[in-house]
C-alpha cells in the first residue's frame, strides 16, 4: 500500500515565474550544446503535476531515468559527446549531445519510455540541430495520454478534468509500484541465488552438493535446482506481501504470507515429482522476504536489530501449532520433537528473528571470506558451525536426540582446536565428515536452510 502522498510530497515549492525562468535556462543549455557539438540533443525531466517538483519518490524516479537512458544510448552504441545536468527545485533536468540520427534517437526513447510502468512521467524531448522538437506522432508513437484516462493528456489538462490531488496520487503510485516490484525482483533474484550457492558448496556432510546425494536417494542437485526456479516467482511475492500490507497487523499480514507459502510448496513438489527440497527454506525465505518488503514500505533502515525485531514481530503466533500438543496425539515428527525434547525447529528459529544467521553464521562467514576463503569454502565453515549450534530437527529425525547432542559435541571441539581453516583442512576435515554422515545416514537439512539463509543475508548486505 503506498504511503499517503503528504508524507511523501515534501519540499519548496515552485512558482510560475520560477518555472517560466528554469523554460528558459532550459532552452538556452540545449543551444549551447547545439552550437557546441552541432548534433542532437537529449533533454530529460518529469512530469509532476503541482508546485512541488522535487521530493524523494520523484527524486528516485529522475536518477532511474536518467540511468535507463545512458543504458538505452549504450545499448545502441550512440556517442554520447556532453552529458549536462540541471539540479533546482523546479525540477532535475538531463542533457545528452548525442551523436547520432534524431529519428533513431526519438524511436529508441519513445520505446523506453513506453515499456515502463511509470513511463508516461517521463518527458524526454530530442532537439534538432536547428533547434527544433520530434514528436511522437511524427514516428507513429500515439500522443500523450492523461495519466487517469484514455483522453488526450491536452484536453484534459486545458478542461481540468481531474484534481490535482487525484494526478499527484496517481503519479506517487506509478513510482512507488515501480520502485517496490524492483525491489521485490531483485529480493527474489537473491533469493534463488542463495539457494543455488547453498546446494552447490561442496563437500557438505550428509547433504546434497556437487559431488554427491549425501544421505539423500531421492533428489539430487539437479533436484533442488529444478526446485529453486520453480520458487523465484513466490519469493517476490512474499517480498511484495511485506511491502503491500505494511499498513496491517503482523498476525494478518503472517497469515497472507502462510497462505502464499503453501502455494509455494505446491509449485516446489511439481517441480521435483513430489521430493521435499526446500520446504523449510520456503517458510525461512517467506519470513525474511516479508520483513524486508515491511521494512521497505515503511522506511525502515536496514540494520540487523531491526531486521531481528521484525522478524520475530511476523511470526509471534508461530508456535500456536503446537498448543495442546502431546508426545501420543503428535500429527509431524515436529511436533513429536517438540512434545518430547522441547525442541521448536524452525519454528525457533523464527521466533529469534533468525538470530543463529544474524549473530552466529552471517559473521562466521563473513570473518572467513575476509581471510581469503573461497565464497564455497567460507559457506562449509559457516554450516559447521551452524550444525555445532543449532538443533537441527532433521539430524534427530534420522538419529536421536542424543546422537545430535553427541555430534555437535564433536564439532565444538573440532572448531576450537583448528582457528586457522585452510581450503585443503576445511575441504579433507568435511570431505571425512561426509562419508561418516552417509554411512550412518545423517542429513542437517535445517541447517542446510540456515545457511542459504545466510548466504542470501550476506548477499543483500553487499548490495546495500
Not at 214 to 238: C, P, Q, W
Not at 433 to 439: A, P, Q, T
Amino acid at each position: 500500500m503506498i504511503p499517503d502522498i503528504d508524507t511523501l510530497i515534501t519540499g519548496p515549492q515552485a512558482a510560475l515565474p520560477d518555472m517560466l525562468a528554469a523554460r528558459e535556462r532550459r532552452q538556452a543549455l540545449q543551444q549551447e550544446l547545439i552550437g557546441t557539438f552541432s548534433c542532437p540533443v537529449i533533454s530529460f525531466t518529469l512530469n509532476i503535476p503541482g508546485p512541488v517538483k522535487v521530493f524523494p519518490l520523484a527524486e528516485m524516479t529522475f536518477e532511474e531515468g536518467t540511468a535507463l537512458i545512458d543504458s538505452q544510448l549504450r545499448a545502441f552504441k550512440i556517442p554520447v559527446l556532453k552529458r549536462r545536468s540541471i539540479r533546482a527545485h523546479t525540477g532535475n533536468e538531463q542533457f545528452w549531445a548525442a551523436d547520432a540520427d534524431v529519428l533513431v534517437l526519438k524511436e529508441i526513447l519513445c520505446l523506453l519510455e513506453e515499456s515502463l510502468s511509470f513511463g508516461r512521467l517521463f518527458d524526454i524531448d530530442v532537439i534538432r540541430p536547428d533547434g527544433s522538437k520530434i514528436s511522437r506522432t511524427d514516428l507513429g508513437f500515439d500522443g500523450r495520454k492523461c495519466l487517469l484516462c484514455s483522453q488526450d493528456a491536452f484536453v484534459c489538462s486545458r478542461s481540468r478534468a481531474h484534481t490535482l490531488r487525484e494526478l499527484l496520487e496517481k503519479s506517487c503510485s506509478l513510482m512507488w509500484e515501480y520502485f517496490a516490484c524492483k525491489k521485490a525482483r531483485r529480493l527474489a533474484s537473491l533469493s534463488m541465488q542463495a539457494l543455488l550457492y547453498e546446494v552447490s558448496a561442496t563437500p557438505k556432510p550428509g547433504l546434497v552438493d556437487r559431488s554427491n546425494t549425501g544421505s539423500h536417494r531421492d533428489m539430487d542437485i539437479f533436484t533442488f535446482e529444478a526446485s529453486a526456479v520453480s520458487l523465484n516467482h513466490y519469493f517476490e511475492k512474499f517480498a511484495l506481501c511485506g511491502m503491500e500490507n505494511s499498513h496491517e497487523p503482523f498476525s494478518r499480514i503472517f497469515s497472507r504470507l502462510r497462505s502464499l507459502g503453501i502455494q509455494a510448496e505446491e509449485a516446489m513438489f511439481a517441480a521435483t515429482n513430489g521430493v521435499n527440497t526446500h520446504k523449510g527454506l520456503i517458510f525461512a525465505l517467506a519470513v525474511m522476504n516479508c520483513s524486508l518488503g515491511y521494512m521497505y514500505a515503511n522506511g525502515i533502515s536496514f540494520a540487523h536489530s531491526e531486521l531481528l525485531k521484525v522478524n520475530r514481530l511476523l511470526v509471534a503466533d508461530v508456535l500456536e501449532d503446537f498448543k495442546g500438543v502431546t508426545v501420543n496425539n503428535a500429527r509431524t515428527h515436529g511436533e513429536r520433537l517438540y512434545a518430547k525434547y522441547g525442541i521448536k525447529g524452525a519454528r525457533g528459529e523464527a521466533l529469534s528473528g533468525y538470530q543463529t544467521v544474524l549473530s552466529l553464521a552471517l559473521p562466521i562467514l563473513d570473518g572467513a571470506i575476509a581471510r581469503g576463503l573461497s565464497i564455497n569454502d567460507a559457506g562449509i565453515l559457516t554450516l559447521l558451525h551452524i550444525i555445532a549450534e543449532s538443533e537441527d530437527t532433521n539430524i534427530v529425525s534420522r538419529s536421536s536426540y542424543e546422537e545430535m547432542k553427541q555430534l555437535q559435541s564433536f564439532l565444538k571441539k573440532a572448531l576450537s582446536e583448528e582457528t586457522e581453516w585452510t581450503s585443503e583442512k576445511l575441504t579433507a576435515f568435511a570431505a571425512a565428515l561426509d562419508r561418516e554422515w552417509i554411512r550412518r545416514n545423517i542429513s542437517p537439512g535445517g541447517s542446510a536452510d540456515l545457511l542459504a539463509l545466510t548466504y542470501f543475508v550476506w548477499l543483500y548486505e553487499r548490495e546495500l
